[in-house]
């Protein structure tokens, strides 16, 4: 696999898929996610959970990582002017050095326009040197370019570091969504953890929303500002997620009635 891997991103053989992130003020995908998608000998999907952690071992999450946000940027220039990227950057990206430039070349290269890109990065990426995770990303906020904590509540979940750094938004982990129509408690958990977040004058993105009563729920008794998973869509091809933003943004009915957060397959031919 290592040696795959390796050639993969030789011969520039990874894909970006992008996965809708849906305003709940807009009821339109604001953001895209960007998700690295690798096609092992042109058949088998590898899952960027196994496949990061390698490239991260062997060296190549840096090209890896310079690739994702070019090309990120580069597609996401061509959607409406309304809409964002985010693209992930894992721990060892932001130990190997020079994330900001890597970040300032992308936009520079693509034009996209700083505010409309994304960095996610998760508490392991900054919890084992703080001090150095407040630096740079105050750099790349300077930029304009937003911050989002992403896989929030999993980990060893150090508050502490809520109030260090300057994000923007909290991304709640799927695990908080998972038990949420069965569970009490899981509700008054949720509940909390928005209530801590907006009181942090963070934007909310809650992860992981499979069926339509988890939608229900959040939409109708917790205050959370964007929403993610499978019941809006899975991660599309590019080609696809343009498609996916012109039919919301482009589309001459304008009259948006409340539900019509609508499954991507129903817009994606
Ligand atoms: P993540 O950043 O938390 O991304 C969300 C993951 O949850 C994605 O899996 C996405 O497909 C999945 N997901 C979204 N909605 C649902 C849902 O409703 N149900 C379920 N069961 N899953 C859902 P994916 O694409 O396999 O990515 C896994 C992780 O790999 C990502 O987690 C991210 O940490 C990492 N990753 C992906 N692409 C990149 C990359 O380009 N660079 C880096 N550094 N990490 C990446
Ligand atoms: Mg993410
Ligand atoms: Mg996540």
């Known amino acids: 696999m290592e040696q795959d891997l390796a050639k993969a991103v030789r011969e520039q053989n990874l894909e970006l898929h992008f996965q809708p992130i849906v305003s709940v003020a807009s009821h339109k995908p604001a953001v895209f ?16 959970a196994l496949f990061i952690p390698i490239a991260e071992d062997l060296g190549l999450i840096r090209e890896i990582g310079e690739w994702t946000l070019k090309e990120a940027c580069r597609q996401c220039k061509s959607w409406h002017p309304e809409t964002s990227v985010a693209v992930n950057v894992s721990a060892v990206q932001f130990q190997v050095g020079s994330i900001t430039e890597v970040v300032q070349h992308a936009l520079e290269e693509t034009g996209l326009e700083p505010h409309r890109l994304e960095i996610e990065i998760t508490e392991t990426a900054v919890l084992n040197d703080m001090d150095h995770a407040i630096l740079v990303l105050e750099k790349i906020s300077e930029l304009g370019v937003r911050i989002s904590l992403d896989d929030f509540g999993t980990g060893y979940s150090s508050l502490s570091y809520l109030h260090k750094l300057p994000l923007d938004k909290l991304k709640i982990d799927k695990s908080f969504i998972d038990d949420l129509v069965n569970s009490e408690r899981s509700r008054t958990l949720l509940k909390g953890i928005t209530a801590m977040g907006k009181a942090l004058d963070l934007k909310l993105v809650v992860e992981g929303i499979e069926d339509q009563s988890q939608f229900d729920l959040l939409k109708d008794h917790y205050n959370v500002d964007f929403m993610q998973g499978y019941f809006f869509s899975k991660a599309l091809p590019a080609s696809a997620a ?28």
Do not use: M
């Open 33 to 48: 996610e960007a998700l690295t998608r690798w096609r092992r000998n042109g058949v088998e999907n590898v899952s960027p």
């Open 242 to 269: 343009k498609e996916f933003s012109d039919s919301f943004y482009l589309s001459s009915n304008e009259n948006s009635s409340g539900d019509d957060y609508l499954i991507a397959n129903d817009r994606v031919a």
